[in-house]
Each structure stands twice: as structure tokens, then as C-alpha cells.
């Protein structure tokens, strides 16, 4: 396998540096990349973290997978890239300090295009388009993302907040209503997707609502891009808070990439026992916002994980003195997935993720809103 101009060889664990692009001041930005070819051809596995420069715990659990697998135990290939944001690593921020868009909305847009008619053409319309000149980042993503098509999987690893658990996010699967059959192969892509991070063993959350999920481009994030675009399982991992190690999470994330791993028959073996909330790991869970509707400042009675009942208490706005001005309630059964990491609040603001049982569709087509009659 080709990765720019870097070749895997079979039997071999291959450590290189993939050049990104070229600094003002001559030197050259470079990605860190691992290869570990057995001797067969597939199947071919992907693992990235970091894309966010300050959610390092995909960096480290990255590290301890890279020691733990040898290629005389590896089945097809599997390419670790540690960090996706070397200069975000760098400053420990979020985005690189070249380019404050969001790294993980870059990657190739997988929805179809609908262009305007317009009734009149003006001669400086692409000029005027910044989304006609990429940056240096999302150019770099793009040429990356050629090695998808010989990607069979793929995860990348984030951090979410500090007062949050680990769990992985699975994205829908769109389909395109005009092709026979596109929407029966997209159900059993999601199910092979959601078989496969149940094989990785966190708490499963569906991403984002159509309409969300599209304003915030997620459909351009790392495994968004890869499972709607190349048509293959991929998803999301999220790994408590940005900015700190936790060893424990690192030891249970570095266990349930080798279990997956297992499941892809990259390696054999039986899988490792994950601890994670047993009542959780049940459901499918989709994820809404807690806001308050009093400025103030929140205090959380209870714990991310908890299992919470309708109407049950699960924080207080106080104001100055201490007194409380407002009760928060648990919208119906689920628990919270994370409280934010602040106690300043303000009218409308949301202060905590919610999950709550998946009940809408999964599988969804790209023209997702509704089509009205119109009238001759």
C-alpha cells in the first residue's frame, strides 16, 4: 500500500513522516505515520487522532496501540496516524494557528450539490467564493483522503469535555432516493458500522439530528466524509477531556481498538473485557441540549453516566448569594452525557448534553426535508 510516497512492506512496522505543506519561512509541516503490513492483503484499517490539537487522549491511546501490535500478528495492514494536526499538537489548541477553521470539517463533502440558477451571472462569483479556494489543510485532507478507497474501516479518536465518559458517536447513513436500492445498502452499512463499535465496547450515541448535523458540516468530519462517501463503517470516538492524560481512559481505549481490531480480523484472539455502564451500553442513544432558562450559576446534581428519570433534578441555577432561582429536570428517561465545563449560565444557554433513546430514523435520504405539493 502507497500512502503519498511512502510504501508499506509486508512483515514490516514502517515509522515515517508524510510532508503536509511549506511554512512561510521554508520548513515543512510533517504528519507522523505508521504502517503495520502482515502478509495478507486485507482487510485495511485506519486509525487517526488528534485532528483536534488539545484532545490528546487519541494521541496517547494511539501510542500504546502502536507498541502493543507487531506485524507477525497483523492480518491486512493497519495505518495509525497519531496526529492528524501537528501544529494544533503544537500550541495545544483546537485548530492549527495557519488556519482557524475547524480541521474536522474539511474532509471531501460527500453530499450532492444542488447549484442555483441564477438570472444573472456575474464574472467574479467563483472569485468572491472562499469555498473555491481551499486552505492549505483542507487541500492536504483531500489528497489524504485518496487512501480512503483502500480503507475497508475507520476510526478517529476525539475528546469531548472534561465531565463527560467515553462513548463513540455513529453517524447516519444518507442515501440517495433515486437509486434502486441505495437505501437497503445503506441500513446494512449501518449495521455493520454499529456492529463494529459495539465490537469496540463504549456507549454507543447516534451524531446529530439532519438538519444540525448538516449546518454544522459534519457530513465534511473525518468518519461523516468516510462512511457516507466511500460507502464503509466508520465512526467517532470520544474520549472524556481535552488538554489532560487519564491513564485509565487510555488503558480501556487502547483495549477496545484491539477488540475491534479482532472483530476486522486484523488480529486474532478473544476480546478484552471494557468497563463501561452496563445500562447505558443498551440502548442507541441521540443526544439533545439541557438549557436554563435563568442567568445564573449552574451546579450539576448529578453525575455524567447517571441514570436519570423524567422530571427527576439534575441541576440548580443559583444566583450571587447562593439561592436558587431555577430547577432543572431531567426532559424524560436517559442520562447525561456530559455537563459543560463552566458554572457561568445565561437565559437560553445550554449547560449539559442529554441522551435520550434513539426513536427517529437512522437511515435518511440527502433531500432529508419535507417536499410540499405545489400548486399548478
Request: hydrophobic share 35%.
Amino acid at each position: 500500500m502507497k500512502i503519498f510516497d511512502i510504501e508499506s512492506v509486508p512483515g514490516k512496522k514502517i515509522f515515517e513522516f508524510v510532508d503536509m505543506f511549506e511554512y512561510p519561512h521554508g520548513t515543512v509541516e510533517k504528519m507522523p505515520i505508521v504502517i503495520v503490513q502482515g502478509t495478507e492483503e486485507k482487510p485495511v484499517f485506519l486509525l487517526t487522532g488528534n485532528i483536534h490539537g488539545n484532545e490528546v487522549h487519541g494521541l496517547v491511546t494511539l501510542q500504546e496501540v502502536i507498541k502493543a501490535i507487531e506485524p507477525e500478528d497483523v492480518k491486512g495492514t493497519v495505518i495509525i496516524i497519531p496526529t492528524l494536526n501537528p501544529a494544533g499538537l503544537l500550541t495545544l489548541t483546537r485548530s492549527p494557528f495557519y488556519d482557524r477553521s475547524d480541521p474536522n470539517r474539511l474532509w471531501p463533502d460527500p453530499k450532492p450539490k444542488k447549484e442555483p440558477k441564477l438570472k444573472y451571472e456575474d464574472p467574479y462569483d467563483k472569485n468572491l467564493d472562499p469555498l473555491e479556494y481551499p486552505s492549505v489543510q483542507e487541500v492536504f485532507y483531500t489528497k489524504l483522503a485518496e487512501i480512503f478507497s483502500d480503507v475497508d474501516y475507520f476510526i478517529d479518536l476525539h475528546c469531548h469535555s472534561v465531565r463527560s465518559f467515553p462513548f463513540s458517536y455513529v453517524d447516519r447513513v444518507y442515501y440517495d432516493e433515486k437509486k434502486e436500492g441505495e437505501k437497503e445498502e445503506s441500513q446494512k452499512l449501518f449495521d455493520k458500522t454499529l456492529d463494529m463499535a459495539k465490537a469496540f465496547g463504549f456507549p454507543i450515541v447516534l451524531e446529530d439530528p439532519p438538519r444540525h448535523y448538516f449546518r454544522q458540516n459534519l457530513h465534511r468530519s473525518t468518519t461523516g466524509s468516510f462512511t457516507n462517501k466511500q460507502r464503509k463503517p466508520g465512526f467517532t470516538v470520544e474520549l472524556g477531556a481535552s488538554d489532560i492524560v487519564v491513564m485509565d481512559i487510555i488503558k480501556s481505549a487502547k483495549n477496545a481498538v484491539l477488540n475491534v481490531l479482532k472483530w476486522a480480523n486484523n488480529l486474532d484472539g478473544e476480546p478484552i473485557s471494557i468497563k463501561t455502564n452496563p445500562e447505558i451500553n443498551k440502548e442507541i442513544w441521540r443526544e439533545i441540549a439541557i438549557r436554563v432558562q435563568e442567568t445564573g450559576l449552574y451546579i450539576p446534581l448529578v453525575k455524567a453516566g447517571e441514570i436519570v428519570k423524567q422530571n427527576e433534578p439534575i441541576a440548580v441555577v443559583h444566583d450571587i448569594f447562593g439561592e436558587v432561582k431555577e430547577t432543572i429536570v431531567a426532559p424524560e428517561y436517559g442520562t447525561i452525557l456530559a455537563f459543560y465545563d463552566d458554572i457561568r449560565c445565561y437565559t437560553n444557554r445550554s449547560i449539559a448534553s442529554f441522551l435520550t433513546k434513539n426513536t427517529v430514523d437512522i437511515i435518511m435520504p440527502w433531500e432529508y426535508e419535507k417536499k410540499e405539493d405545489k400548486e399548478e
